[in-house]
């Protein structure tokens, strides 16, 4: 089964439905992980590729979209050794 990052994506989720009015955050910290994420793997402490593995590594479909990136951001600092 491929995960969810491949280059081919996965199948069985149906269409995108696009949301006209949709915010780009729907809170104030959502914005703050997006900042954070492109801070961290700016500063060199992950990388791209490692983030989206911990992505699917930490994932939980309960979670929001920004909640999972907040675990993975955390689990890779821990894995690092930077907390």
Not at 19 to 42: K, Q, S, T
Request: aromatic fraction near 10%; avoid cysteine; hydrophobic fraction near 35%.
């Amino acid at each position: 089964m491929p995960r969810i990052n491949d280059v081919g994506g996965q199948d069985g989720f149906g269409p995108v439905l696009e949301e006209l009015d949709e915010p780009p955050f729907h809170a104030d910290w959502e914005a703050h992980v997006l900042a954070m994420n492109r801070a961290l793997i700016g500063r060199g402490l992950y990388n791209l590729d490692e983030f989206r593995d911990a992505v699917e590594r930490t994932m939980s479909h309960q979670s929001s979209y920004y909640e999972n990136w907040f675990r993975a951001i955390q689990t890779l600092l821990k894995e690092k050794g930077h907390v």
